[in-house]
């Protein structure tokens, strides 16, 4: 089992920043894909962002892509989301999810939320204009 909490969510200005944090527990971090996906009110959950094991793998959704940065540290086994140049309709929970086929990249199919077997709680992120 792995446990996912994460953190960092809060309000923002539009073209602010916020960082999102994702910290592991239960088993090894080390191997797995990790995700990052959104929900919006009265909307179906988003990708968002996926990273491979080794960080040597990315990819993101065109709506985030060029703003945020997905990013992780295994030693610390947390996964990160930097948000720049926020907009009104980044507003949403965001979820970290973690892929336990260990050392699997899946390339586009990191987006779906079928690739994924952990979930955080969610933290809330509000962009205000």
């Known amino acids: 089992q792995v446990q996912l909490v994460e953190s960092g969510g809060g309000l923002a200005q539009a073209g602010g920043s916020l960082r999102l944090s994702c910290a592991a527990s239960g088993r090894t971090f080390n191997g797995y894909t990790m995700g990052w996906f959104r929900q919006a009110p009265g909307k179906a959950r988003e990708f968002v962002a996926a990273i491979n094991w080794s960080a040597s793998n990315t990819y993101y959704a065109g709506s985030v892509k060029g703003r945020f940065t997905i990013s992780r540290d295994n030693a610390k086994n947390t996964m990160y989301l930097q948000m720049n140049s926020l907009k009104p309709e980044d507003t949403a929970v965001y979820y970290c999810?973690?892929?336990?086929?260990?050392?699997?990249?899946?390339?586009?199919?990191?987006?779906?939320?079928?690739?994924?077997?952990?979930w955080g709680q969610g933290t809330q992120v509000t962009v205000s204009s």
């Open positions: 999810a973690a892929d336990s086929s260990p050392l699997i990249w899946r390339g586009p199919d990191s987006s779906s939320h079928r690739s994924y077997n952990y």
